[in-house]
């Protein structure tokens, strides 16, 4: 479903990862929340981050898109800090990233059609085309993701929620990102439309050969998406690893979590929203 | 001794609030009116919000209008009529609409439909991610959303209440003529003799801080609502008292500056 793209991509410098984060933290007066995440995302490969929620998955992801600002901490994309960074040199930064939000985020007051070439034209690098074709460029992403010209002129409340998901990954894809993120993208979703979104996610990396980031608490879509994978617990990654041994980890806290166990060492009587709350 | 501290307690914590307000209201305005000489414009997108703050407002501006000036001159009618001054009603109309209730009544007016509009349009895409995705779309929001309806607001204002004016003064001559027996000329000789175009232009003026203040306030409270359906519907509630309050203030305050020096 998915085609290779020919545009020319900026790559990480040869073993360098394409993300890493270093003494991320963050907080919310005196709830922390982050407490000093350390993660390598390596390019051209899937990474999923796993945990509880409440535990600060999509703060993290927040933090990494410039959306809040952590109160420590690095976040390097190809090497470079993007903490503190401008407006301007943030605004080219974000043009090679594309991002699945959990619930779409589509803008509700445009059609299907002017979401996607929102998508074009917010990234279209300075290149000026006709509306003809960009249309023509907005339906080839449409059928892309799997969606025929039909839902173009439809508005995003009249569609399903996996077809909103599909429609929010047409547009993040219209940039021609080389960096992915994915905010639970399976939330919600009844398992075949599962299985499509992953195999879409996973389109991505393997044929457009981007890197993904993908934020989740659904197994069956680590196995079926990740390269590699860790888990964000008590403000921290504590564990990270191939995803395919996640499910044996050796981990106690992981191993509880993956196979949904009552008994371990994460409570679940009277949980807090964030385990780092008890410091 | 801490009850007795307690008042000066909450006085402090008031001001200090509403100086944090009103300093983060502040920035706001600047990177909203920032974006104005930033690349790039966002054409399509002020002529939609001209259409819907300017000409879509047009009916319940010009019904205001209408009845504001007929009802002027029915009052002014049974007031000068005791002192045989009935030929300054269509005098007392012009000045009256042109100078305060052309701008005011028109300000309200927008301040009720398009505050609360834009404050629940921008607080609903706030709570459903929708600015967060600008972001990742390499989309300034303050430049995409506030902007464009900043310029709107100061732009179109001041054709609502050209129009408020005319048909204002419409009303006036309606009831004048219709119901109390004028003349048609000497009514309109009376009108033209009291219209000064000082008068119009300042009151153009207030329509330009009215649009700027209304559309200002909407986007403020919607683009930092929180908490879902409940917040937004706050947004619009807060848009709407403090738009009202604030055109009533700067009515006041431009009217001792142009009016009484």
Known sequence: MMTSSSSSRTAAPSGQPRLRIRGLRKSFGDRTILNGIDLDVPAGKSTV?????????????????????????TIEIDGENIIGASRS????????????FQNAALFDSMSVMDNVLFGLTAKSHGRRRDRATQEKEALRLLEQVGLGPHVAPLNPAELSGGMQKRVGLARALAGQPDILFFDEPTTGLDPIMSAVIDGLISSCVTQ??????TITHDMTSVTRIGDHAAMLYGGKIIWQGPANTLMHSG????????????????????????PAEKR | MRALSLPFIFLGRGILGGLHHAGALSLFALRGLGGIFRLPVYGQVILSCLVEIGFLSLPVVALTAIFSGAVIALQSYSGFSQYHAQNAVGGIVVMSITKELGPVLAGLMVAGRIGAAIAAQIGSMRVT????????LATDPIKYLVT??????????????LIADILGVAGGFIVAVGKLGFSPALYIHATHASLHSHDVLVGLLKAAVFGFLITLLGCYEGY????GAE????????????????????DYLLTDLFFTA
């Open chain 1, 208 to 213: 457009r050969g981007a890197t993904a980031l």
């Open chain 1, 49 to 73: 981050i796993i945990g509880g929620s409440g535990n600060g998955k999509s703060l993290l992801l927040r933090c990494i898109l410039g959306l809040i600002e952590p109160d420590e901490g």
């Open chain 1, 89 to 100: 040199r943030r605004e080219t930064l974000l043009k090679r990233i594309g991002m699945l």
């Open chain 1, 251 to 274: 981990n106690p806290i992981v191993d509880q979590f993956t196979h949904g166990r009552l008994d371990g060492p994460i409570p679940t009587s009277g949980m807090t929203a964030n």
């Open chain 2, 231 to 250: 917040g937004v519907g706050r947004a619009a509630t807060a848009t709407v008292v403090a738009s009202s309050i604030l055109i009533l203030a700067f």
């Open chain 2, 129 to 136: 991610d929708q600015i967060d995705a600008l972001n990742t």
């Open chain 2, 148 to 161: 464009p309806r900043l310029v709107a607001g100061i732009l179109a204002l001041p054709f609502l209440v």
């Open chain 2, 224 to 227: 930092n609502s929180r908490g």
